[in-house]
């Protein structure tokens, strides 16, 4: 069974090389560019892995983050967070709401694909 | 401090001003001058000494006054009295 | 007649009146100041007290019996008011500057704080006030008598002592102000001071007019001798008793503390200058027309001292004989209040107390000495009223009211010049002075003072008759044979003159001390230095705790604190003492001063410091060295308030900066958030095209042109950078040329077709007429342009999208409003839009970096215009650029 992976983020170009990537690395991959909408399809549908920028319209990261980690079903959802930001402070917050891994804009694509294949795995677990 | 010697003038006729008055009060109320007041005569019915002697008075009086205001009216916004430069 | 309850009722009214007034006023002015109460209206009220019952009985009685020689008494205060800037200015200035508590305090001040100098000043006082004290008893009693009948006064009189006694305890005494003043009985003598020419007029009017016919009846046949007296009216006793009462003015002690001690503000000296010789006018334009019509009126030998009063009786007008009768009450009580506080404070600041502190072992606290001062002053009084009580006893009663307030005006005549070489000429010493007052104020006794009492004190009527031992030269009032004088001329002439060569001489042979020299240069010279610093203690020697004793005693437990702490923090002190300093040995000598005078605090501080002086030549070189150190400390102030104004201005600066370092922070971290995003693309992308060979051609040249569509991105959002820092740094001066406003529209509006057509937006002009010329720089201007048009295509999610450009003219303002059919900006961003990388409505999913309307603002504010979000009447937001209309 294929991990399906979803990518939150507002960027349309960083989509295409994730969505390009994880696609290779043979995941099923959705996409939300809105951050209600993020929170509706994992509420709704929990992925395997969320790969949730900060900054996203209307609701940012770290506020999506606090509500999944409200609700039971995605109290343990595998969070990998992205920000453009990468000041220590940003890390701290992201850790603090409960995100499990946090990588920096701009990344090395091994650097994200493992560590998506990480969580993934430990979902699986 | 901007107009201190104004100030410093003003002072100065103030004073002379002030003396002359006095001068004029001590020469008119003292002997010999003030013997005017002896002439036999009446002023409207009234003893021209007892005239002569109270309109010296009111006439030093007024002059007093007219001194007194200019002085008042520079002083009040200028906040504390001369602290500076009064003539002595 | 009136009734002896009526009387009484009405007089404990008035007194009861008297004390809610100093009572309320006392209270409000702790609290705060009433402003009314501090005026030179007042002021010059006070100073009123001059005018006592001698002036509103006795001055009836001499023009009587002398004719016009009563308003010699009203000419001398006249002349020295109207010269006040000569004398009495300066007097109030060197009283203020000094602190100065009385006359002895003032004449011991000015002679090296001389103990001795001021008991000598404080003996004469005492004793030259008692027969004018005892005058307003007795005409008191007197005004009593004539209305309720009897004929012993003694007892009367008691009465009436004790009561004043009471009064004058209770509120001169009642707490002890450092500069002496007495709000609360200024307040009262104020009234009464009102009260008693309003009397005075009243009886005056009533007897021209109503009694007489008007003033042609009151002078009609009356002869010139009437008038003028008897004898050469315009002779030596003319000017002797104009010099008297010039001199009274300055130096009874009463007087001296209304003018000069309670004096609040310098400047209502000159409204006194005039209002007070107008009072005085006042009070006696009608004694003339009195004291004939009582002559012509009342039976012969009624007494003219007291027509004031039994005009109105024999008229039978109770009511205006009542009135009569508290104006006389008003003058005496209000003269005997303060004749009364100015003594006590006298005597219990420089006999009682110094006797006191040397009894009291120096180094022990005694809690404080604030008691034993007040009650020394309250027994002082008592003893006062007592003496004058006792003066009218032995004297009998008897004389004519003007005859005793001569003698007083005589002996207090003896400081004049003590005084007036002390302020005016600096080589008068202390020997001279005190030569001149024992010299002046035997001679007063012996020519003038003894010889009232007729032969029952001291003096028999044989030695006044004959000279002691029948040496007829020496006879009291015809000294050396000097016998054509009149009494009064005689004695002033002997005692007096005496007083001032003697004064002058032994001045002259003696060589004053250090300190003498210096105050000597501080008084002569007040109006060049404001604050009197003479301190000579050395500063060493004096502890600091022995200091704090002393002021503890003096002052009470925590005013003494509270100064000390002051001074502590002065220093720099967060807790304990304060060095001994000079200035700290100074300012307390100085505020001691305020309570018990200059001469024996100086002595106390002085004992406590070790009683070591500086040399003399120190000295001078302080005193001459005063000018210099203060010119240099007012230029230190000024130094100091304007580093301290540099310093506002520094804080100011670094807090704009601290703000603006923030913002740059905050810049410089979206800066990098906006370069990172197109980075990760064209990293993530590059990686792709590096790592993986089995791409598609199709996707491989997407790729490519991703990365190049980021790298034009960033390459464009560094541009944007520099160009905001460098307009809103100001850096790039923008070139302003006039320009047409419809013209810059239309320019834009051709270059922004293509993707206006494309994004299907419909665009329609609303143009004013003719050329709106404005000073603007085109090429920027297009840009602004551009960019706000191309925010409303790209925004613009209306099914019809469509933008209205629009041009207008209001008052001398140009405005190009750019307004849009898909909503506007939401009202809550409309000021945050124009932050860096903000952007307008995110879900519109557009890439533009947040800078374009922040450059934008930039630029237009560079041209002086402006760019702002506005609101339309159907509340959809636009945005407008308004100029200045440049001129044509």
């Known amino acids: 069974m294929t991990a399906r992976v979803l990518l939150a983020e507002d960027e349309e170009n960083i989509l295409t090389s994730l969505t390009f990537l994880l696609e290779r690395a043979g995941y099923d991959v959705s996409v939300e560019t809105e951050g209600p909408k993020v929170l509706r399809s994992a509420l709704d549908t929990p992925p395997d892995v969320l790969v949730l920028d900060v900054m996203l319209p209307d609701m940012d990261g770290y506020e999506i983050l606090r509500r999944l980690r409200a609700s039971p079903t995605t109290r343990s959802l595998p969070v990998l967070m992205l920000t453009a930001k990468g000041q220590r402070e940003d890390r701290e917050t992201a850790l603090r709401c409960g995100a499990d891994l946090f990588i920096t804009k701009p990344f090395a694509n091994s650097e994200i694909i493992s560590a998506i294949g990480q969580l993934a795995e430990k979902r699986v677990q | ?88 | 007649m009136l009734s002896v309850n009526i009387l009484l009722f009405v007089c404990l009214g008035y007194v009861a009146l008297l004390f809610v007034v100093a009572f309320i006023v006392d209270r409000r002015t702790r609290r705060k100041p009433i402003r009314w109460l501090h005026s030179s209206v007042i002021y010059t009220l006070s100073i009123s007290i001059y005018c006592t019952s001698w002036t509103f009985y006795g001055a009836v009685g001499s023009a009587a019996r002398n004719g016009l020689e009563f308003i010699t008494i009203y000419l001398g205060p006249t002349l020295v008011f109207i010269g006040w800037w000569w004398l009495l200015r300066k007097l109030v200035r060197i009283g203020r500057a000094h602190r100065i508590t009385s006359i002895a305090d003032l004449i011991s001040s000015r002679y090296g704080k001389s103990p001795s100098l001021a008991v000598l000043v404080t003996v004469i006082a005492v004793i030259a006030i008692t027969p004018y004290i005892a005058l307003q008893l007795q005409s008191v009693t007197n005004s009593y008598q004539v209305i309720v009948g009897g004929d012993d006064g003694t007892e009367t009189a008691f009465w009436i002592a004790a009561g004043m006694a009471l009064f004058t305890i209770l509120f001169g005494t009642r707490n002890l102000d450092a500069n002496e003043r007495h709000h609360g009985v200024v307040a009262a003598i104020a009234l009464e001071a009102i009260v008693k020419l309003l009397a005075l007029i009243a009886v005056g009017v009533f007897a021209t007019f109503i009694v007489a016919d008007g003033l042609h009846d009151v002078f009609e046949g009356v002869s010139a001798e009437t008038i003028q007296g008897a004898g050469d009216i315009f002779g030596p006793r003319w000017v002797t008793l104009t010099f008297l009462s010039a001199t009274a003015i300055i130096c009874l002690p009463r007087q001296f503390q209304v003018t000069v001690v309670e004096n609040i503000e310098e400047r209502h000296v000159a409204t006194a200058s005039w209002l007070f010789p107008l009072y005085m006018l006042g009070m006696t334009i009608f004694i003339v027309p009195i004291a004939l019509v009582g002559q012509s009126v009342m039976p012969a030998g009624s007494n003219p001292d007291l027509y004031v009063l039994t005009l109105p009786l024999a008229e039978n007008r109770n009511e205006l004989a009542m009135l009569a009768f508290l104006g006389g009450f008003s003058s005496a009580t209000s003269m005997v209040i303060v004749a009364a506080i100015a003594a006590s404070t006298m005597v219990s600041n420089h006999i009682v107390m110094p006797v006191a502190l040397r009894l009291l072992p120096s180094r022990a606290v005694s809690g404080d000495v604030r008691n034993l001062l007040l009650t020394s002053r309250r027994f002082s009084i008592a003893a006062i009223l007592g003496l004058g009580f006792l003066y009218f006893y032995l004297s009998g009663g008897s004389d004519a009211l003007a005859a005793i307030g001569l003698i007083a005006f005589v002996g207090v005549a003896q400081f004049l010049p003590s005084l007036i070489g002390g302020i005016f000429w600096r080589s008068a010493t202390r020997t001279g002075a005190i030569a001149g007052l024992v010299i002046g104020f035997a001679l007063w006794a012996y020519t003038l003072f003894l010889p009232s009492f007729d032969g029952h004190f001291i003096l028999s009527a044989n030695v006044i008759d004959h000279g002691p031992f029948g040496i007829s030269l020496l006879r009291p009032e015809a000294l050396f044979g000097l016998d054509h004088f009149d009494p009064l001329v005689h004695a002033v002439v002997w005692s007096v003159g005496m007083n001032a060569l003697c004064f002058v001489v032994f001045s002259s042979l003696s060589t004053p001390d250090g300190l003498e020299r210096l105050q000597a240069a501080l008084f002569v010279d007040v109006y060049k230095s404001t604050t009197g610093s003479a301190s000579n203690i050395s500063a060493e020697v004096a502890d600091s705790e022995d200091l704090f004793v002393l002021a503890q005693r003096i002052l009470g437990g925590n005013p003494a604190k509270k100064l000390f702490d002051e001074m502590a923090a002065s220093q720099g002190m967060e807790s304990g003492l304060p060095h001994p300093t000079d200035a700290v040995v100074a300012r307390l000598e100085r505020e001691l001063a305020g309570s018990i005078g200059a001469a024996s605090a100086h002595a106390m501080v002085t004992r406590i410091a070790g009683g070591q002086t500086v040399s003399i030549t120190e000295l001078i070189d302080i005193a001459d060295e005063t000018q210099q150190v203060l010119e240099t400390s007012r230029q230190l102030e000024e130094k100091s308030a304007e580093l301290e104004r540099t310093a506002q201005q520094l804080r100011v600066v670094n807090d704009r900066l601290r703000t603006l370092d923030a913002q740059k922070d905050e810049f410089l971290s979206q800066v990098s958030h906006e370069l990172r995003t197109p980075m990760t693309s064209i990293r993530s992308f590059s990686e792709i095209l590096m790592k993986d060979e089995q791409i598609e051609d199709k996707d491989r040249s997407r790729f490519v042109s991703i990365i190049h569509d980021e790298s034009l991105r960033l390459t464009r959002l560094l541009d944007e950078i520099l160009d905001i820092n460098r307009l809103e740094a100001g850096v790039s001066k923008l070139d302003l040329i006039q320009i047409d406003a419809n013209d810059a529209v239309h320019k834009a509006l051709d270059t922004i077709a293509g993707m206006t057509r494309s994004a299907g937006v419909k665009i329609r002009t609303d143009l004013e007429n003719g050329p709106l010329w404005i000073q603007a720089n085109d090429d920027r201007l297009r840009q602004v342009l551009i960019n706000v048009l191309s925010n409303a295509v790209k925004y613009n999610l209306a099914p019809l999208p469509e933008i209205l450009v629009r041009t207008s003219r209001i008052d001398t303002f140009i405005q190009i409003d750019i307004i849009d059919n898909g909503g506007g900006v939401p009202p809550e961003l409309s000021t945050s839009i124009f932050d860096k990388f903000a952007r307008g409505n995110r879900t519109g999913r557009n890439h533009g970096a947040g800078l374009g309307l922040p450059i934008s603002l930039a630029i237009m504010r560079a041209m002086k215009g402006n760019l702002t979000i506005e609101v339309t009447p159907e509340k959809t937001t636009f945005f407008r650029l308004s100029f200045e209309s440049a001129t044509t």
């Open chain 2, 1 to 88: 401090m901007v107009d201190n010697a104004d100030l410093q003038l003003a002072r100065r006729k103030i004073r002379d001003r002030s003396v002359a008055l006095l001068l004029v009060g001590v020469v008119l109320l003292m002997p010999p001058m003030v013997r005017i007041a002896q002439i036999d005569t009446t002023v409207f019915g009234l003893p021209f000494a007892l005239v002569y002697l109270f309109s010296v008075w009111g006439l030093l009086v007024v002059g007093g006054a007219m001194l007194a205001r200019p002085l008042r009216d520079g002083e009040k916004p200028a906040g504390p009295p001369d602290r500076d430069n009064a003539p002595n």
